[in-house]
T-cell receptor, first 109, second 113 residues
Framework: KNEVEQSPQNLTAQEGEFITINCSYS?????LHWLQQHPGGGIVSLFM???GKKKHGRLIATINIQEKHSSLHITASHPRDSAVYIC???????????FGQGTELSVKP | DSGVTQTPKHLITATGQRVTLRCSPR?????VYWYQQSLDQGLQFLIQ???????AKGNILERFSAQQFPDLHSELNLSSLELGDSALYFC????????????FGPGTRLTVL
């Protein structure tokens, strides 16, 4: 069992739909990253959060430390949102990231 | 553009060879992290440097080594290459050595033939 579990692994949506990607982890963490990886391979940091909620444009990330769970929401999805979304956690020992397996999102026009 | 640069973008080499991957962190960042992304293992942490000193080690093979120089750029050296070393290698940088946001470079795609 991975330390960081994401669901779903694959997701196909129609343009305009509201999308939720979930991330669960097994032990206490210091912070959690949501990352986006496009087909070209580059990785972009979307959010880093350790409590509560953050919003950037159409993206919203939430974290519940007690339940060891985080969600990434995309409102009014667009084909350009098609990418792999990766959850990664930082444990108390330091800065290294432990990654989930990623969620491959495809948004159809 | 994250401000983190990596060279080269692509590298094709043969088994048994040695290569060096280079990373320049964002201006002001003192930590550099190296990650490997392969098809079967996903993204894995290799090693972290902070201000020239090794801070944490992950699943890094003995054939691999890294260092961070006084100007804060870092190099990852891979030797006695095997087919299974073919992967995307990313470096990331952050301001501090703990839980700061990390910014990723574009990656180096290594193909070992």
């Amino acid at each position: 069992k991975n330390e960081v579990e994401q669901s779903p692994q694959n997701l196909t949506a129609q343009e305009g739909e509201f999308i939720t990607i979930n991330c669960s982890y097994s032990v206490g963490i210091s912070a959690l990253h949501w990352l986006q990886q496009h087909p070209g391979g580059g990785i972009v940091s979307l959010f880093m959060l350790s409590s509560g909620k953050k919003k950037h444009g159409r993206l919203i990330a939430t974290i519940n430390i007690q339940e060891k769970h985080s969600s990434l929401h995309i409102t009014a999805s667009h084909p350009r949102d098609s990418a792999v979304y990766i959850c990664a956690v930082i444990y108390n020992q330091g800065g290294k990231l432990i990654f989930g397996q990623g969620t491959e999102l495809s948004v159809k026009p | 553009d994250s401000g983190v640069t990596q060279t080269p973008k692509h590298l094709i080499t043969a088994t048994g060879q040695r290569v060096t991957l280079r990373c320049s962190p964002r201006s002001g960042d003192l930590s550099v992290y190296w990650y490997q992304q392969s098809l079967d293992q996903g993204l894995q942490f290799l090693i972290q440097y902070y201000n020239g000193e090794e801070r944490a080690k992950g699943n890094i093979l003995e054939r691999f080594s890294a260092q961070q120089f006084p100007d804060l750029h870092s190099e990852l050296n891979l030797s006695s290459l095997e087919l299974g070393d073919s992967a995307l290698y990313f470096c990331a940088s952050s301001v501090g050595q703990g839980y700061n946001e990390q910014f990723f470079g574009p990656g180096t795609r290594l193909t070992v033939l």
